[in-house]
Structures are given as structure tokens and as C-alpha cells.
């Protein structure tokens, strides 16, 4: 049986780039993956020839000097991704039922103030003063800067400052505190939980820069799997962890459903800690230290409509839409039964196909996981990853995606007749297809009012076993990647690896 230095549990992105980052500095490790495509939230699924991401729809900070783009560099991916630079003047855009304005999120931090401020005459200064926050708030997380620094992670200040409560601080203006919130469906933002840092590490980074991954995201995984392979790594499908076995204190080996063993000296987690612990059995882990991981809550999940266009019937939109029905973002993810839905996101990914036109529009919104739990006992099976869990499902699904479509029609009247097919996903699916607990869309919610109780160390209590992953540190690729950093930084040092990749 071969032994490993290092088996990583599941091929998302932070179980990648771990794997990258250690096969590069010479250890032999070995990814194993649940599911036949690689990638947890990166995969792409395909339905009439038209592309969907399952969760990378646009991605920050990838223009030359910035953090990611140096990260992509290190490694060997980013003069090889296909990216299309989306609208410099209004990336995002948030929209409200009572008007007719589309408020701009711009790139460029002079540019966001110069548009939302001739959007807003009179808020200038206070536009400029959020900026300044904003940018202050993401200097006091010097890994996000690629900077070498043994301070941890998280500077003290700014952890238990709330996100609404200081956008509320910078104007009194009701609209505008909205239009700068308008976004956190990208961080499933809750006005009685979200910390500032959670707001201000994701709003950074797209207003730094904003790109959609032409023909989808997966391309990020096929070319970190390829780099990983050609450095002797290995990376397998299939391969669905069901125990993870300590001895004398130590990881030994993990058990798949197969009843295979796979052996190796260290082992990296890229699934949620709860879940890590559930396939964990060891006596050495406290009580507590497992309760305290199953226990935290998760962000969100969400409802989302998957829609193949007619071809040459809807042009692209270099944008992406937040919208709400009214005047309180902060709260849209609470709301569910017949209020639903608060909102919704638009998001229309870029085919090579065509510059003009699109192929597929997709729209999600925030759901609870209430909403789906009666049907929580049917599974998606491997290996067709259809879902079949019942008429009554698939009744819920059509309603929702109704109700969303009639929302989403009253901004864009013509897309009814521009649908050729539509597929849906609850947060049932991302519990299947992804293991995300309760669906969450992207793992534990942070909570300014405890914040070290929702930071999750790479480091777990037995010494050979580690976390990666969007848990541990914060979501999205740039989050993830930060992560992968601070895990394998517990192999090679951290600054070691900091200097590695500013060199790259
Ligand atoms: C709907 C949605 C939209 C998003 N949009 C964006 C966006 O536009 N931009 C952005 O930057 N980020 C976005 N994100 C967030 C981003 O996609 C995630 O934060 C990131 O991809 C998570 O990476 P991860 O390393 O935590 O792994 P995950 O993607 O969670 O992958 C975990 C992997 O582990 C595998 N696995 C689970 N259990 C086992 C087991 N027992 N054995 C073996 N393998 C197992 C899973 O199959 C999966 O492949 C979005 C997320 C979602 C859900």
C-alpha cells in the first residue's frame, strides 16, 4: 500500500492549491475526490451546449500587482486562464423595485467614488471616507497583502465591528447604505451577524478588479490538476472518504467507501470541519472542540435557475445584477415562504461562442435550508448526479423558479421568450454535490459579535491532521486561497512560502 507524505480529503480549490503548493516543494501527495469532476465549487456543468458554474461567477483581483494575480502566477496558471475583464464603470449593479436607477458598482477605487458619487450628489466626502475605510480595514489582514508578517492572521481591530453598523455610520443616507451593502449575496451577508472584515476583504477585491472566467471556472482546476500531476502528484476521482483513523494520537489512514485504505503521514481536510469530525474516530479529539465545530452556524444557502438561452435572443451583460424588492439588503436572507423571493442576482456567463450574445443566464437567491428540509433523507446519487428525490421536489423547484423568472422578467421582459430550458439547484444539491453542510454557500457564517469563535485554525488537535478550505479562513478564491497559504505555510513556514510566491 503506497504511503503519502500528504492526503488531502476532496479536490476543491483549497485542496488543490495545497496539493500544488506541497508536490512543488517535494512532498508525494495524493488528492481524493467524492465526486467524478474535480473542483467542488470551481466544476462547471453543461446542459444544451450552454456552460454553468456551480460557484466561481466572478472573480477579483487577478490584474497585474494584485494579490491574486501574484497568487495565479505562483501557481503557473494565470498567462494561461481565459478571463474577460467585465465593465469598468459598473461591474456590479444594484437595483430596487421602486427605481428605475441602476446603481454602479465601478473598478478602480476613484472610479467607484466617481460613479456612485454622480449617483449620489452630496455623498462625495462620505464615499470617500468609506473607500478609505475600506482599504484600511483590509490592511490590517497582511496575508491578503501577501505580506510577510508572523502576527496571525487577524489583527484584533475591526473583528467585532458590525458591517451594517459602519456602512450606517458613514451616511445617513438610507439608499446609499444599501447600494454599498447591495453585493453581499457574495458573502451571504446578514445586517445581525456579517463583521466588517467579511465585507471589506470581498468588496476589495472586486473593486481592485472584476473578471469573468470565459467559458467558466472549471479551467482554474484543469490547469491546477495538470501543474499537480506534472510534479508526480495524484489526484483521484471516485474516491469518497468515509473514516478517518488515529492511532497512538496520529492519523494513520483514511478508509473510502470502497473499503480501500489510503495511508499517508499528514493529512489535509478540504471538507467542512463538522463533516471531518463526523468521519473522524478518535478519542483524542475533546468533546468540546467537536462541539464547538458542529455547532456553528452556516452562511445561507440558495435557490438558483440555471437557463440555456435561445441562441442570438439575449445579448450578453458584461454586469452582473443584485436586485430587491425593498430597501433593506441586510435582511434578505431571512426571508423564505410566501415573501419569497426578497431578491435576487443575475449572473450571465461568458461563452467564447459569442461577444454579442449569451448562451445561459443564471439567477440565484438566498434560500434557507428549512425550505427544503422535509426532503433532507433523499440523496443525489453518484455517479449521474441527477436529482430524483420526488414529485413533490420537483413541484417546490418549479415554483420557485417561477416565482423567480416572473421577479427577474419584470427587469427584462423579453427573457421568457429567450428560455429554451431551464435546471434548478437547492440547497440540497450543494449539500450532495459539494458536502456543504445545510447547503451553506460558503461554509461557517462569521459573526462579529463572537469572531474568534467563527476562525477556524488549520490546525486541529491531532498534529498530522489539517484544514483547508473556505472554513477556515474565508470563502471565495481569493479567501480559499489565503487559506491554502496558512495551511501549507504549517509545512514549509509561512513566510518562506509568502517569499516563494512574490517571487513568482
Ligand atoms: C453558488 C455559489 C457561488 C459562488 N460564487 C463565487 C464567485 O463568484 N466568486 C468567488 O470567488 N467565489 C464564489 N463562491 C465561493 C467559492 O466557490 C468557494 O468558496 C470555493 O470554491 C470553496 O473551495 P473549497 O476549497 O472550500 O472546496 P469546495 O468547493 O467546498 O470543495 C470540497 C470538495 O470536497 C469534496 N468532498 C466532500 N466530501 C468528501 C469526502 N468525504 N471524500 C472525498 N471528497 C469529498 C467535494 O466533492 C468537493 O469537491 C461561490 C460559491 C457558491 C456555492
Given at each position: 500500500m503506497a504511503q503519502y507524505d500528504v492526503v488531502i480529503i476532496g479536490s476543491g480549490l483549497g485542496g488543490l492549491e495545497s496539493a500544488y503548493i506541497l508536490s512543488r516543494e517535494g512532498y508525494k501527495v495524493c488528492v481524493l475526490e467524492k465526486n467524478r469532476q474535480l473542483g467542488g465549487s470551481l466544476q462547471i456543468f453543461v446542459r444544451d451546449k450552454a456552460i454553468f458554474d456551480t460557484g466561481i461567477h466572478y472573480i477579483g483581483g487577478l490584474d497585474d500587482g494584485q494579490n491574486l494575480n501574484q497568487c495565479f502566477k505562483y501557481f503557473n496558471i494565470m498567462d494561461k486562464l481565459h478571463l474577460h475583464r467585465m465593465d469598468n464603470d459598473g461591474f456590479d449593479r444594484i437595483t430596487f423595485d421602486d427605481d428605475e436607477t441602476e446603481y454602479k458598482h465601478a473598478q478602480g477605487y476613484d472610479n467607484f467614488v466617481e460613479q456612485l458619487s454622480a449617483q449620489f450628489p452630496g455623498e462625495r466626502e462620505n464615499l470617500i471616507n468609506y473607500a478609505k475605510h475600506i482599504q484600511e480595514v483590509c490592511n490590517y489582514f497582511p496575508l491578503y497583502q501577501l505580506k510577510q508578517d508572523?502576527?496571525?492572521?487577524?489583527?484584533?481591530?475591526?473583528?467585532?465591528?458590525?458591517?451594517?453598523?459602519?456602512?450606517?455610520?458613514?451616511?445617513?443616507?438610507?439608499?446609499?447604505?444599501?447600494?454599498?451593502?447591495?453585493?453581499?449575496?457574495?458573502?451571504?451577508?446578514?445586517?445581525?451577524?456579517?463583521?466588517?472584515?467579511?465585507?471589506?476583504?470581498?468588496?476589495?477585491?472586486?473593486?481592485?478588479?472584476?473578471?469573468?472566467?470565459?467559458?467558466?471556472?472549471?479551467?482554474?482546476?484543469?490547469?491546477?490538476?495538470?501543474?499537480?500531476?506534472?510534479?508526480?502528484?495524484?489526484?483521484?476521482?471516485?474516491?469518497?472518504?468515509?473514516?478517518?483513523?488515529?492511532?497512538?494520537?496520529?492519523?494513520?489512514?483514511?478508509?473510502?467507501?470502497?473499503?480501500?485504505?489510503?495511508?499517508?503521514?499528514?493529512?489535509?481536510?478540504?471538507?467542512?470541519?463538522?463533516?471531518?469530525?463526523?468521519?473522524?474516530?478518535?478519542?483524542?479529539?475533546?468533546?468540546?472542540?467537536?462541539?464547538?465545530?458542529?455547532?456553528l452556524d452556516n452562511s445561507s444557502s440558495a435557490f438558483i435557475v440555471d437557463i440555456v438561452l435561445k441562441p442570438g435572443t439575449f445579448k450578453f451583460l458584461n454586469h452582473n445584477y443584485y436586485h430587491y424588492k425593498r430597501n433593506n439588503v441586510w435582511d434578505s436572507v431571512h426571508v423564505h415562504g410566501d415573501a419569497w423571493p426578497d431578491g435576487y442576482c443575475i449572473f450571465v456567463p461568458k461563452s467564447s461562442k459569442s461577444d454579442l450574445y449569451a448562451d445561459s443566464f443564471t439567477i440565484l437567491s438566498y434560500m434557507r435550508y428549512d425550505e427544503v428540509k422535509m426532503w433532507e433523507s433523499t440523496f443525489a446519487t453518484i455517479p449521474h448526479f441527477r436529482e430524483s428525490r420526488g414529485e413533490a421536489y420537483e413541484d417546490f423547484k418549479r415554483d420557485r423558479a417561477e416565482r423567480l423568472i416572473h421577479e427577474v422578467a419584470k427587469k427584462f421582459?423579453?427573457?421568457?421568450?429567450?428560455?429554451?430550458?431551464?435546471?434548478t439547484s437547492s440547497p440540497l444539491s450543494y449539500r450532495d454535490y459539494i458536502g456543504a453542510k445545510d447547503g451553506g454557500l460558503y461554509g461557517i457564517a462569521k459573526d462579529y459579535h463572537d469572531p474568534l469563535r467563527t476562525f477556524i485554525s488549520p490546525k486541529t488537535k491531532i498534529p498530522n491532521l489539517l484544514f483547508t478550505g473556505q472554513n477556515l479562513n474565508m470563502h471565495g478564491v481569493l479567501g480559499v486561497t489565503v487559506g491554502a497559504i496558512r495551511t501549507c505555510g504549517e509545512f514549509v513556514g509561512q513566510n518562506y512560502l509568502i517569499g516563494e510566491i512574490n517571487k513568482a
Open positions: 508572523d502576527a496571525p492572521i487577524i489583527g484584533t481591530k475591526y473583528l467585532d465591528v458590525s458591517a451594517k453598523d459602519f456602512i450606517a455610520s458613514i451616511t445617513p443616507n438610507l439608499r446609499l447604505q444599501n447600494v454599498l451593502a447591495g453585493s453581499n449575496p457574495l458573502y451571504a451577508g446578514d445586517g445581525a451577524k456579517t463583521p466588517l472584515y467579511v465585507h471589506a476583504l470581498v468588496v476589495n477585491t472586486y473593486i481592485e478588479s472584476s473578471y469573468k472566467c470565459v467559458n467558466g471556472g472549471a479551467q482554474i482546476e484543469k490547469l491546477l490538476t495538470k501543474n499537480i500531476k506534472s510534479m508526480g502528484g495524484e489526484i483521484r476521482n471516485y474516491s469518497e472518504v468515509n473514516r478517518i483513523v488515529e492511532k497512538d494520537g496520529l492519523i494513520t489512514h483514511v478508509e473510502l467507501t470502497t473499503g480501500e485504505h489510503v495511508e499517508g503521514k499528514h493529512f489535509i481536510s478540504n471538507i467542512h470541519p463538522s463533516t471531518t469530525m463526523n468521519l473522524l474516530e478518535s478519542d483524542k479529539i475533546k468533546k468540546a472542540y467537536k462541539n464547538r465545530l458542529q455547532g421582459p423579453e427573457i421568457r421568450n429567450c428560455i429554451k430550458s431551464y435546471t
